[in-house]
C-alpha cells in the first residue's frame, strides 16, 4: 500500500452547493436532504434549483460532528458544517474512502470544526484498484449482516409492546377494565440506595460500583453504566443490585425520568444510586414483577407518571416516593400477567442470543477493517466478479475471508414457510389476528422472523388458490373499548 496526502485524493466541493436551513426542511419531497446529523436522511426538498451536479458517489463529512455518509444519489445539503468530499480523478473508490474514514480517531472538540484535523491524515491506497473495491465489498457485506441482526432485535422490541397492547390494552385508557389499585398495595417497600463522590470510571471486577442513571435511562438495565466506588468508601451490601429487581428512575429530566428497568442478569457487586428507586413488590401472587415492569414502561403510562416530576426552576425533576405510593396501576389477573412474563422470557432468551451474535459480527468488522487499511488482509483467497463499469463485486459463497459466526442458534428454530405453517396448523379450530401469530411465533422460539410487512405479504399469499392455507372470516370480537363489533380474523385450513 501507498500513502497519500488527504489534498492528494480528496476535493472539497461543498461550495458548490446552496446550504438549506433546517427550517425549511420538509417531512416528504421530492429531493432528499442530506446533513451532517445522525439520520442518514436528514429531509426533503421540491426545489430543483438545490441540487448539484457532481459525479456521484461522494462522501459527506459533519464538520461538528464527524459523522461520515456514503452518498450515491443526487441530493440537497442541509444545514451548517456539512462537507462534501470527492475523489480527484477516479485516484480511488469512494466506499474504499468511506470505510477507511470510519475508522479514523479524530481529535474530539465538542461542537467545533474538525475538518482540519480530517485534512492532516494520510491515506492508504492498495497499488491494485480491484482491491479497493474487495475491501469496502467485504466489509459492506459483514456491515449488512451486523444492519440485519440490529433489526431483529428491534422486531423482537416491537413484538412485546404488540403483544402488551392484544393482551392488556393501553393501560391508560384501560379499555379492558382492570381492577386498579394504588402502588403502596402493590409494593413492600421502595428502596433508594446512596450517591457518594465516585471516580470517573466504571468499576473493576473485584470493584464495587455505583450506577449512573444512564444504566436505566432507556428502561434497559446496562450493568457497565457505573462509576467504581473508592476504596475509603464503605458499601453497603444491602444496596447491592440482585438478578429480578425492579429499577426506576426518581430523578432526571421530564423527557427522561420514570424509566423503568428490569435486572435480568446482573455482575456482583453493583450498588443502587441515591436518583434510582427499586421497587420491592408486596405479594407474588397479586402481581408479577415482569409484567410490573414493562406497564410502568409503556409509553402512554409512563407518560402519565412524569406528570408527578417536580421541583424548583434550575433542578432536576424530581419523583417522590409518596407520589409514586398513591399512583394507581391497572393488574389483570394475575395468570394472565405470568402469561405475558412467560413470553418476555422467551424473547430475552432471543434477544442475548441475537446480542451475542452482533458483538461477534462487530468484532469481526473491526478485524477486518484493520487488518485491511494495514495491508494485511489477503485479498487472494477472494474470488470475485468485478464489473469495473459499476464497481460492483460479488462474492463467491465458498469465500473463507468472512467466516461462519457460531450465533448460539442450534437449540433454536430457523423460520421458513414450513416452520409458519406449523404454527398456523397448532391453532387449528383457533380465529386469531395477524399479531396473534407474531405471538405464537415468539411463544415458539422461532429465530429470524422477517420484518413485520414481509410477513404480511407471506400471509397474504396463504390466503390464495384453490386450497388456501389460510382463510379469512368475519367474526364477532371485542374492540379497545370492550364493545362487540364484526372484525375479519383468520383461520387455518390445512
Known amino acids: 500500500m501507498k500513502k497519500y496526502a488527504f489534498d492528494q485524493i480528496i476535493e472539497d466541493q461543498t461550495s458548490k452547493f446552496q446550504k438549506i436551513?433546517?427550517?425549511?426542511?420538509?417531512?416528504?419531497?421530492?429531493?432528499?436532504?442530506?446533513?451532517?446529523?445522525?439520520?442518514?436522511?436528514?429531509?426533503?426538498?421540491?426545489?430543483?434549483?438545490?441540487?448539484?451536479?457532481?459525479?456521484?458517489?461522494?462522501?459527506?463529512?459533519?464538520?461538528?460532528?464527524?459523522?461520515?455518509?456514503?452518498i450515491d444519489f443526487p441530493l440537497a445539503l442541509g444545514a451548517d458544517g456539512t462537507k462534501v468530499l470527492v475523489i480527484k480523478n477516479n485516484m480511488a473508490d469512494s466506499k474504499y474512502l468511506y470505510y477507511y474514514f470510519r475508522t479514523l480517531k479524530l481529535p474530539d472538540v465538542g461542537y467545533s470544526r474538525h475538518f482540519k484535523f480530517l485534512k492532516q491524515i494520510s491515506i492508504p491506497i492498495p497499488e491494485k484498484f480491484d482491491d479497493q473495491i474487495r475491501i469496502?465489498?467485504?466489509?459492506?457485506?459483514?456491515?449488512?449482516l451486523i444492519l440485519k441482526r440490529k433489526e431483529s432485535i428491534k422486531l423482537l422490541d416491537d413484538i412485546l409492546k404488540n403483544t402488551f397492547l392484544n393482551m392488556f390494552g393501553d393501560p391508560v385508557r384501560n379499555e379492558k377494565g382492570w381492577n386498579r389499585i394504588p402502588l403502596s398495595e402493590v409494593l413492600l417497600k421502595i428502596e433508594s440506595g446512596h450517591s457518594p463522590i465516585c471516580l470517573d470510571r466504571p468499576a473493576k471486577i473485584s470493584e464495587w460500583g455505583v450506577l449512573k442513571l444512564s444504566a436505566v435511562t432507556k428502561c434497559v438495565f446496562k450493568p457497565r453504566e457505573n462509576k467504581a466506588l473508592p476504596e475509603n468508601e464503605k458499601s453497603n451490601p444491602a444496596n447491592e443490585i440482585k438478578k429480578g429487581d425492579i429499577l426506576f428512575t426518581r430523578k432526571n429530566t421530564y423527557e427522561l425520568v420514570a424509566a423503568c428497568a428490569y435486572v435480568w442478569e446482573t455482575p456482583p457487586k453493583l450498588l443502587l444510586s441515591d436518583l434510582i428507586f427499586r421497587f420491592v413488590p408486596r405479594d407474588k401472587q397479586m402481581i408479577n414483577s415482569i409484567f410490573l415492569q414493562a406497564l410502568l414502561s409503556f409509553s402512554s403510562k409512563r407518560k402519565m407518571i412524569q406528570k408527578l416530576a417536580g421541583?424548583?426552576?434550575?433542578?432536576?425533576?424530581?419523583?417522590?416516593?409518596?407520589?409514586?405510593?398513591?399512583?394507581?396501576?391497572?393488574?389483570?389477573?394475575?395468570?394472565?400477567?405470568?402469561?405475558?412474563?412467560?413470553?418476555?422470557?422467551?424473547?430475552?432468551?432471543?434477544?442475548?442470543?441475537?446480542?451475542?451474535?452482533?458483538?461477534?459480527?462487530?468484532?469481526?468488522?473491526?478485524?477486518?477493517?484493520?487488518?485491511?487499511?494495514?495491508?494485511?488482509?489477503?485479498?487472494?483467497?477472494?474470488?470475485?466478479?468485478?464489473?469495473?463499469?459499476?464497481?460492483?463485486?460479488?462474492?463467491?459463497?465458498?469465500?473463507?475471508?468472512?467466516?461462519?459466526?457460531?450465533?448460539?442458534?442450534?437449540?433454536?428454530n430457523i423460520y421458513s414457510e414450513a416452520a409458519l405453517l406449523k404454527i398456523i396448523q397448532s391453532m387449528e379450530g383457533e380465529t386469531f389476528s395477524?399479531?396473534?401469530?407474531?405471538?405464537?411465533?415468539?411463544?415458539?422460539?422461532?429465530?429470524?422472523?422477517?420484518?413485520?410487512?414481509?410477513?404480511?405479504?407471506?400471509?397474504?399469499?396463504?390466503?390464495?388458490?384453490?386450497?388456501?392455507?389460510?382463510?379469512?372470516?368475519?367474526?364477532?370480537?371485542?374492540?379497545?373499548?370492550?364493545?362487540?363489533?364484526?372484525?375479519i380474523m383468520l383461520r387455518s385450513n390445512i
Open 136 to 144: 469496502a465489498t467485504v466489509l459492506s457485506r459483514v456491515e449488512a
Open 434 to 487: 395477524f399479531e396473534s401469530l407474531m405471538t405464537e411465533l415468539v411463544k415458539a422460539s422461532i429465530q429470524e422472523v422477517p420484518k413485520y410487512g414481509e410477513l404480511k405479504e407471506q400471509i397474504y399469499k396463504l390466503l390464495e388458490g384453490e386450497n388456501p392455507s389460510l382463510k379469512q372470516i368475519l367474526t364477532e370480537v371485542k374492540n379497545e373499548f370492550g364493545k362487540d363489533e364484526k372484525r
Open 311 to 412: 421541583g424548583a426552576a434550575g433542578s432536576m425533576p424530581n419523583i417522590s416516593k409518596s407520589k409514586l405510593l398513591e399512583h394507581k396501576v391497572e393488574v389483570p389477573p394475575l395468570t394472565l400477567q405470568n402469561e405475558f412474563a412467560a413470553i418476555v422470557e422467551k424473547v430475552e432468551l432471543l434477544k442475548a442470543k441475537y446480542a451475542q451474535s452482533l458483538t461477534g459480527m462487530k468484532n469481526l468488522y473491526n478485524s477486518l477493517s484493520q487488518r485491511a487499511f494495514r495491508g494485511e488482509l489477503d485479498l487472494s483467497k477472494i474470488k470475485v466478479k468485478i464489473d469495473i463499469e459499476s464497481k460492483e463485486l460479488q462474492l463467491q459463497e465458498n469465500s473463507t475471508l468472512i467466516p461462519t459466526i457460531d450465533n448460539g442458534f442450534t437449540e433454536l
Open 21 to 70: 436551513k433546517k427550517e425549511d426542511y420538509l417531512q416528504s419531497g421530492q429531493y432528499k436532504i442530506v446533513d451532517q446529523g445522525k439520520k442518514f436522511i436528514a429531509g426533503f426538498t421540491n426545489d430543483k434549483s438545490l441540487i448539484t451536479t457532481l459525479s456521484y458517489p461522494i462522501i459527506i463529512f459533519g464538520d461538528h460532528t464527524k459523522i461520515f455518509k456514503y
